[in-house]
């Protein structure tokens, strides 16, 4: 994510080495490194010219004192100004009505739907809620349909009435069956257009007419960078939607709409969201997302998906196994499961501060977990319980029964017990019992 960004911005900091003080000279080609980066991250010349002075006035006159290098002071002042340009506080989200009433609006492909699923996931298993979805778009069948497998696989009622060719008879059919099943969020899946176009702008306003919604959240794929920004302003002029929620922020996106939105169409960033599976929704912070952006990472969210998935009493067990160094491979399977859950493997890495950067030409793919797994289940219960007992012929033996070759098995258990010494050491510095999921 933002990776081309995040690098050009460390390089722009880089050049101010050795400086004792911040001065409108010493700092002028970084500003102007810093703009060049925006810029060619898609955001808009005016917003990224206004960033840069703001930056300069901050920074001109600093004193670099002992302990921090110019290059961090610069970080420092840089995070603040993006942790303001994209809204500064977390929003808040409303979900209180009887029901509470969420539409959700964007262009086709945007990804509304998929999020439309997510957020009802998040509000049922993270808010307790009980929520109702909606599917309003009248004129694809395809995507009823979608909606209704994301609703079976996420045990969420979906309200679908196929032969209705009226979406706000739809919205308020819902909004009625919500009230008489006792469902206290109901979620309005809208049609979407290639493009925009005036019938579906007109529609959708006629159905936030028609249900008065505590939230209009406008969905925006974040690949599509200026185009997204142009695209909100269109549907915020019509539906003065409350908020945005930028997707597929797994991809390869430069930063441009994230950076740019807020600004443009004044409307926070609710939510965003970062790949296909149900529990990849995540709140939005500004300031998270400006520390990932400068490459300090954003171990607050990887703690909290750890959270999510690890359970206390668990990771106090393996805490003292690690500790006794007694990890073994049934432990190890167990642990890759959980981990799979908690998202996309490169996105998680880029959550540790300072790997962001590295994995920009690294290939990780989440089959990779599936070798280890067939090696770890070519092994014996007494194996996995005990990995010292995994001899050559046993090595061979699980080599044959996972597909692979003796040396894969060889550079999986060498591996194995690495990964052991440094669980231990982590262990010490108290790092792992955090990421596993224990209160701080
Ligand atoms: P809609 O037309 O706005 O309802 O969009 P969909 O929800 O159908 O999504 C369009 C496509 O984008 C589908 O193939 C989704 O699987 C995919 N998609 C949606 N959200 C994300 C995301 O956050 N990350 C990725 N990688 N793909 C997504």
Do not use: C
């Not at 961090?72 to 303001?84: A, P």
């Not at 017990?417 to 669980?423: S, T």
Request: aromatic residues 6%.
């Amino acid at each position: 994510m933002f990776q081309n960004l995040s690098e050009k911005l460390e390089s722009a900091f880089k050049g101010l080495k050795g400086q004792s003080r911040i001065t409108e000279l010493n700092i002028a080609s970084t500003v102007k490194e810093i703009r060049r980066a925006l810029i060619d991250a898609d955001v808009n010349y005016k917003i990224a010219k206004e960033f840069t002075d703001k930056i300069k006035d901050k920074a001109v006159g600093e004193k670099v004192i002992n302990a921090i290098s110019p290059g961090q002071l610069m970080t420092k002042i840089v995070k603040d100004e993006l942790t303001d340009l994209m809204g500064g506080q977390e929003a808040v989200f409303n979900a209180k009505g009887n029901p509470a009433v969420i539409l959700i609006a964007g262009l086709q492909g945007s990804g509304k739907t998929t999020f439309s699923g997510k957020l009802a996931n998040f509000l049922k298993s993270k808010k307790g809620l009980s929520p109702l979805l909606v599917a309003a778009d009248i004129y694809r069948p395809a995507a009823m349909e979608q909606l209704r497998v994301l609703g079976e696989q996420i045990g969420v009622d979906v309200h679908i009435e196929p032969d209705n060719k009226d979406a706000v008879s739809i919205a308020q059919n819902a909004v009625k069956e919500a009230r008489s099943k006792n469902k206290n969020v109901v979620i309005i899946d809208t049609a979407g257009r290639l493009a925009i176009d005036e019938q579906m702008m007109t529609e959708v306003a006629n159905v936030r007419a028609a249900v008065n919604p505590q939230e209009i959240l406008f969905v925006v794929d974040s690949m599509t960078g200026q185009d997204a920004v142009n695209t909100a302003k269109a549907f915020n002029d019509r539906l003065d939607f409350t908020g945005v929620v930028l997707t597929k922020l797994d991809g390869d996106t430069r930063g441009g709409a994230a950076l740019s939105i807020k600004y443009t169409v004044n409307k926070p960033i609710k939510f965003v969201s970062s790949g296909e599976k149900m529990d990849t929704l995540d709140v939005f912070y500004p300031e998270r997302m400006a520390q990932r952006i400068l490459g300090m990472g954003d171990i607050t969210t990887l703690v909290e998906r750890a959270q999510a998935q690890f359970d206390e009493a668990e990771a106090k067990k393996l805490e003292g196994k690690i500790r006794k160094n007694k990890f073994d491979f049934a432990d190890f399977k167990a642990q890759l499961e959980q981990l799979k859950k908690m998202g996309n493997m490169k996105d998680l890495l880029g959550m540790i501060p300072g790997l962001g950067n590295k994995l920009k030409d690294i290939e990780i793919n989440d089959d990779a977990f599936k070798g280890i797994e067939a090696m770890i289940n070519s092994m014996t219960p007494a194996e996995r319980a005990d990995p010292d007992l995994i001899d050559t012929s046993r090595k061979k033996r699980i080599a044959r029964g996972a597909g692979k070759d003796i040396s894969e098995v060889n550079n999986f258990m060498k591996q194995f017990d690495q990964m052991r010494d440094m669980m231990k050491n982590m262990n010490k510095m108290g790092m792992f019992g955090k990421m596993m999921g224990m209160k701080r």
